[in-house]
């Protein structure tokens, strides 16, 4: 079993920045993919960035590209969020997942979820 717990949530004015974090721990962490969803109240969940397990592609949800960037560091076994430009309509919590994708070198937003973390909140607001 992974334990998936996030950092890095707040209160931000439009056009700024902040970063997610999320440490993972368990085994198997090399095997899976990793991706930040997100649910703001009354709507459906979103998936924003997905990882490949291998760490060689990554994909964005169209709201979010160009301004979000995610990445891995195997070492310290975090997966990070870079947000920037940040928008009010980027207001959720934010959730890590780990995933089991069909490629090492793929994901998707609609692989199987094995493990969510407990989430982030995310306020964009003036």
């Known amino acids: 079993q992974l334990r998936l717990v996030e950092s890095g949530g707040g209160l931000v004015q439009p056009g700024g920045s902040l970063r997610l974090s999320c440490v993972a721990s368990?085994?198997?962490?090399?095997?899976?993919?990793f991706g930040w969803f997100r649910q703001a109240p009354g709507k459906d969940r979103e998936g924003v960035a997905c990882l490949s397990s291998s760490g060689s592609n990554a994909n964005y949800g169209d709201s979010v590209k160009g301004r979000f960037t995610i990445s891995r560091d195997n070492n310290a076994n975090t997966i990070f969020l870079q947000m920037n430009n940040l928008r009010p309509e980027d207001t959720a919590v934010y959730y890590c997942?780990?995933?089991?994708?069909?490629?090492?070198?793929?994901?998707?937003?609609?692989?199987?979820?094995?493990?969510w973390g407990q989430g982030t909140q995310v306020t964009v607001s003036s």
């Open positions: 997942a780990a995933q089991h994708p069909d490629s090492l070198r793929s994901c998707s937003f609609n692989d199987e979820v094995s493990f």
């Open positions: 368990g085994l198997g962490l090399n095997y899976f993919a």
